[in-house]
């Protein structure tokens, strides 16, 4: 497996999203965490978010994968929660973490960060999303909103780590089968005007589907192209997936 990570912080005052990576012996552990925009310390729950995770995840080594991430988002949940609690503050962000092994896919996520897969030639979304921008989406199939005003209106979370209890987590009893050429993106919503359309933009499609070395830069840069006023924070964390077997 091959990993890759590149960040931009858009046309925000400051970078609020935090990302992990661990290799362990049977696998390798990814996760991505974006800062709740609007509330005190955004950045610092990402990233207490996101070490706590993976601590917990190193931690456990007795229960199933599943229930091994469902754990440790319990534990990053509290650290969440203790930490602005003894400052009287309040914060919060995403959470999504993967855990790929033995050519599987695990995942546990919570708010609206994105984890895609790129399949000879289709971008498919595997996680669910817990923004209202999900339910706005039934409008622009019906066609009273457009894609542009879903876009604006959607990103209030339904489900956050907050340190309160979680109303909504994604997190499979079984994983998900890779393939070789597989390719793996999880990433905070920047990147939602140039990967979620649909149809893909051409220039969206030739980056996923490009030979390059560094799909998380080609997909920042892809970010930076659409010059938008509103650009949000943008993290990228890539998998090209060769085999189950890695040499």
Known sequence: MKFQVAQWIGKRAEMEDSYALRHFPDGSLAVV??????HDCGLQA?????????????????????????????LANQSVGNYFRKRGMYGGCTLLAVYISSGVLW????????????RHGRLMRLNADHSMRSIYEEFVRAGTMSFDEAMA???SLRSAVTGEKIPLVDSPPTPYLLLPGDRIVLASDGVDEL?????????????????SDNLSAEIVEGCRALDRDDADNVTVLSVDFISAVQT
């Open 46 to 74: 990402a990233q207490i978010a996101a070490r706590s995770f993976v601590k917990a995840f190193e931690q456990m080594a007795d229960v199933t994968t599943a229930q091994r991430m469902r754990d440790a988002l319990e």
């Open 107 to 118: 995942w546990v996520s919570v708010g609206d960060s994105l984890l895609l897969i790129w």
């Open 153 to 155: 209106q959607g990103h």
């Open 195 to 211: 990967l979620l359309p649909t149809p893909l933009s051409k220039s969206a499609h030739v980056i996923l589907d490009s030979q």
């Open 33 to 38: 965490c974006d800062g709740m925009g609007g």
